[in-house]
C-alpha cells in the first residue's frame, strides 16, 4: 500500500497563493500516477491536476494557467502550486495515488487517498 500525507491547506485572500504538498511512504515503486483532487462542502469530488511518473501533467479547466502540479522523486513529494486563488477554489484538496494502468487524468479513480488538507479563500 502507498501511504500519503498532505500540507500546506489554510486561508489565503482572493488572489493569493499557496503551495500543498503531499508525502508518499511504503510502496511508492508501485505508484505510476498521482494527483491532486479537491471537494467543497455540498459538491462532488473533482480532479485537479494529475501526473504520470513518465509523461505530462493534465489540468482541470478551471485550474489551467493558475495550478501548477510538480513532484520531487528523491524526497517522494508531489507539490501543488496554486495561484490567482478565487473563492470557488476553497475546498479539502486530496492526494491521491496508484499504479500505472494507461491513463492519469483527473477522471481517474485512484486506489490511495491522502486526509485532505482544507484550503479557505477569504
Do not use: H
Not at 497563493?17 to 510502496?27: I, N, T
Not at 508501485?30 to 473533482?46: S, T, V, Y
Not at 491521491?96 to 481517474?108: E, H, L, M, N, Y
Amino acid at each position: 500500500d502507498v501511504q500519503l500525507v498532505e500540507s500546506g491547506g489554510g486561508t489565503v485572500q482572493d488572489g493569493g497563493s499557496l503551495r500543498l504538498s503531499c508525502v508518499a511512504s511504503g510502496a511508492t515503486q508501485d505508484i505510476g500516477c498521482m494527483g491532486w483532487f479537491r471537494q467543497a462542502p455540498g459538491k462532488e469530488r473533482e480532479g485537479v491536476a494529475t501526473t504520470p511518473t513518465f509523461g505530462s501533467a493534465t489540468y482541470a479547466d478551471s485550474v489551467k494557467g493558475r495550478f501548477t502540479i510538480s513532484k520531487d522523486n528523491a524526497k517522494k513529494t508531489l507539490y501543488l502550486q496554486m495561484r490567482g486563488l478565487k473563492g470557488e477554489d476553497a475546498a479539502t484538496y486530496y492526494c491521491a495515488a496508484g499504479p500505472w494502468s494507461g491513463t492519469c487524468d483527473p477522471q481517474r479513480s485512484l486506489p490511495f487517498w491522502g486526509q485532505g488538507t482544507q484550503v479557505t479563500v477569504s
